[in-house]
């Protein structure tokens, strides 16, 4: 599933690992198979790994070795299918988050065997290594009502997400006369060069009819995508409005150009005071204006508005 958010789409993949009593051959036509889904992903978005992977990691907090794939904060102890899931995420850059955070144990099991024999860590949240920094925390909620053996795990992320603004069409009434006269000769000089016999069946031709309308609509009529209008407002003000929104675009696009400019030629002035001051050996002079350039051009950090991944 693809969600439209910021800087970047996230890709959420949701997998089902075969289980214990499934074959070798199986598992790799399994692992085959996510990988080829994977790689067929832009690698300039975000994707999110999750499933019941039915693997064991077990206990990593010895195996720094293994920091880019998992985190110290494993539960349990690693089993083949473990073993294979880690040697996965290697091999496609991928990091589990669900260990790389310290939680309580109540907080990393993701299955309860029937009885409650054992509590085990099978299900994971994975995610590409460049995006590691944007998983925020991972933990179980144990006490989620999920009608399942398994636990609710849950990625809190810090995607922003984005917000979708639907184009409005304004619609001018009836077309004039000299419309309707430009969209028939228009029409009729299309319909000519289309051959439409009785051998070709009638969803064919309703088909190629439907395209050409559309086609001669769209170059015989004009529609202007942005916000509504009120009916009180001419097309002479309408005309003069957009004028001034291109003029304002036109001259926005100059002030960025020109601030650009004075930016540079700033740095530039700043570059130069301190080569002088470190010349004549100021060094005093050199800290302070160091100092007051650093305070001037000290980034502002944005908050990011919070996501909740579950699964």
């Not at 051959?25 to 832009?42: G, T």
């Not at 400019?261 to 080569?275: G, H, P, S, T």
């Not at 100092?291 to 000290?298: G, H, I, R, T, V």
Request: glycine residues 4%; proline residues 3%.
């Amino acid at each position: 599933m693809k969600v439209n958010t910021k800087p970047c789409h996230l890709n959420l993949v949701v997998v089902y690992a075969p289980t214990a009593g499934s074959t070798e051959v199986e598992i790799q036509d399994f692992y085959r198979l996510l990988e080829d889904n994977l790689r067929s992903l832009p690698r300039r978005e975000v994707t999110l790994l999750m499933g019941d992977l039915n693997a064991k990691v077990g206990s990593t907090r010895h195996e720094d070795h293994l920091r880019e794939v998992v985190g110290k904060y494993g539960l349990g102890e690693r089993n083949n299918r473990g073993e294979m899931w880690l040697q996965f995420c290697a091999e496609n850059s991928l990091t589990i988050m669900n260990t790389c955070f310290q939680n309580h144990p109540r907080r990393l099991y993701t299955w309860v065997m029937p009885g409650d024999r054992a509590r085990n860590q099978i299900d994971y949240i994975a995610i590409a290594k460049r995006w590691r920094s944007s998983i925020i925390n991972t933990k179980t909620y144990p006490g989620a009502d999920c009608g399942s053996d398994h636990k609710l795990l849950v990625a809190v992320t810090s995607v922003k997400l984005k917000k979708c603004l639907r184009s409005s069409v304004i619609h001018h009434g009836r077309p004039s006369p000299e419309t309707l006269s430009t969209f028939k000769e228009v029409f009729s000089k299309k319909v000519t060069y289309v051959k439409l016999n009785n051998s070709i069946d009638i969803d064919t031709k309703w088909t190629t009819i439907k395209n050409i309308i559309l086609d001669t609509r769209k170059e015989t009529q004009q529609q202007n995508y942005c916000s509504p209008r009120k009916a009180w407002i001419s097309e002479e003000t309408w005309k003069v409005i957009n004028e001034r929104k291109n003029l304002y675009n036109t001259m926005s696009a100059k002030v960025k150009r020109l601030c650009r400019r004075d930016y540079n030629q700033y740095l530039n002035l700043i570059c130069e005071d301190v080569e002088d001051h470190a010349k004549t050996m100021h060094t005093k002079d050199l800290f302070l204006r160091l100092k007051a350039s650093q305070e001037s051009l000290y980034p502002k950090a944005g908050r990011s508005k919070m996501a909740r991944v579950h699964y």
